[in-house]
């Protein structure tokens, strides 16, 4: 963890940036009139304290060997991921608008190798962490002081290899490795609870033998500080659940599983970025 960044990075300032991934990844999904507004827009507080405040890493330097490694399990959410990363300044936010295009670099999940700042190529549900075990387990061989996050969706967590990695990391006290959990209760399909109930996940990391942090996932604050407590954990890995809001930040997309995966047409956009936009220049003002 980069302290001085830390010291210098406020939560308004985190907060502020949260919502200007919404607006990117908004208008990206609107520009390829495809991809999964509602994952990108619950996440934008665990990028934006990840990106913004905790994780060691630098846009100008994006392959230092020291640097700390994401892994979007949910690799579908990416437009919240890119923007993040245009935001950071590994490119500019000009070319979120190519999201989806053929020949874009900004594929509909994360493609390594495509763009600086991405660690895994995601997409295939249940598999990221897997991946990010197997950083963490050569960074403990390596004894690099490096440390790997892997963000898991909640239904996503009904993949049987999730919770095989979950056994992987607990025996091997991977305590390099933070998961977060994207807990919005939604999936494609409906409710998580109606499709293949994970409210047990807690009981489960725990039983698994991880240290388990639940926090407001949309609440910056609680999540630097679980952050922090998470490094500070010796012995086994930890797993921050944040209890989120599926499509939070525009009131027509909030807790709606109908917004999975659907682009806004020109219309709702106009009326989703008034809504986005207003809560930046807020934030601005105060």
Same mark, same amino acid.
């Given at each position: 963890?980069?302290?001085?960044?830390?010291?210098?990075?406020?939560?308004?300032?985190?907060?502020?940036?949260?919502?200007?991934?919404?607006?990117?990844?908004?208008?990206?999904?609107?520009?390829?009139?495809?991809?999964?507004?509602?994952?990108?827009?619950?996440?934008?507080?665990?990028?934006?304290?990840?990106?913004?405040?905790?994780?060691?890493?630098?846009?100008?330097?994006?392959?230092?060997?020291?640097?700390?490694?994401?892994?979007?399990?949910?690799?579908?959410?990416?437009?919240?991921?890119?923007?993040?990363?245009?935001?950071?300044?590994?490119?500019?936010?000009?070319?979120?608008?190519?999201?989806?295009?053929?020949?874009?670099?900004?594929?509909?999940?994360?493609?390594?190798?495509?763009?600086?700042?991405?660690?895994?190529?995601?997409?295939?549900?249940?598999?990221?962490?897997?991946?990010?075990?197997?950083?963490?387990? =050569? #960074?403990? !061989?390596?004894? $690099?002081?490096?440390?790997?996050? +892997?963000?898991? /969706?909640?239904?996503? &967590?009904?993949?049987?290899?999730?919770?095989?990695?979950?056994?992987?990391?607990?025996?091997?006290?991977?305590?390099?490795?933070?998961?977060?959990?994207?807990?919005?209760?939604?999936?494609?399909?409906?409710?998580?609870?109606?499709?293949?109930?994970?409210?047990?996940?807690?009981?489960?990391?725990?039983?698994?033998?991880?240290?388990?942090?639940?926090?407001?996932?949309?609440? =910056? #604050?609680? !999540?630097?500080? $679980?952050?922090?407590?998470?490094? +500070?954990?010796? /012995?086994?890995?930890? &797993?921050?659940?944040?209890?989120?809001?599926?499509?939070?930040?525009?009131?027509?997309?909030?807790?709606?599983?109908?917004?999975?995966?659907?682009?806004?047409?020109?219309?709702?956009?106009?009326?989703?970025?008034?809504?986005?936009?207003?809560?930046?220049?807020?934030?601005?003002?105060?």
């Amino acid at each position: 963890m980069n302290s001085m960044i830390n010291e210098k990075v406020n939560i308004k300032e985190i907060e502020k940036k949260a919502y200007e991934i919404r607006h990117w990844a908004l208008r990206a999904v609107h520009a390829a009139k495809s991809g999964h507004p509602g994952g990108s827009l619950s996440e934008a507080e665990i990028l934006a304290v990840l990106y913004f405040n905790i994780m060691d890493i630098d846009p100008k330097n994006p392959e230092k060997k020291d640097r700390d490694r994401f892994v979007l399990s949910k690799g579908h959410a990416c437009p919240g991921l890119y923007s993040a990363l245009a935001l950071k300044g590994y490119f500019n936010t000009k070319e979120l608008l190519t999201f989806r295009n053929i020949n874009s670099n900004l594929q509909g999940h994360p493609a390594l190798g495509k763009i600086k700042g991405i660690d895994m190529s995601t997409g295939s549900l249940g598999q990221g962490l897997s991946a990010a075990n197997g950083m963490a387990l =050569a #960074g403990k !061989l390596d004894d $690099a002081d490096y440390r790997v996050y +892997a963000l898991l /969706g909640d239904g996503e &967590i009904e993949e049987g290899q999730i919770w095989e990695a979950a056994m992987t990391s607990a025996h091997y006290k991977l305590d390099n490795l933070c998961a977060i959990l994207d807990r919005n209760g939604l999936q494609i399909d409906g409710k998580t609870c109606d499709v293949m109930n994970s409210d047990s996940a807690i009981e489960k990391f725990l039983a698994f033998g991880w240290n388990v942090i639940e926090v407001d996932g949309h609440n =910056a #604050g609680e !999540l630097m500080m $679980a952050f922090e407590k998470a490094e +500070a954990e010796k /012995g086994r890995p930890t &797993i921050i659940v944040a209890n989120t809001i599926k499509g939070k930040g525009v009131s027509f997309m909030e807790d709606n599983a109908g917004w999975h995966g659907k682009a806004p047409s020109d219309e709702e956009l106009e009326i989703a970025l008034k809504e986005i936009d207003e809560k930046i220049n807020a934030m601005e003002v105060n």
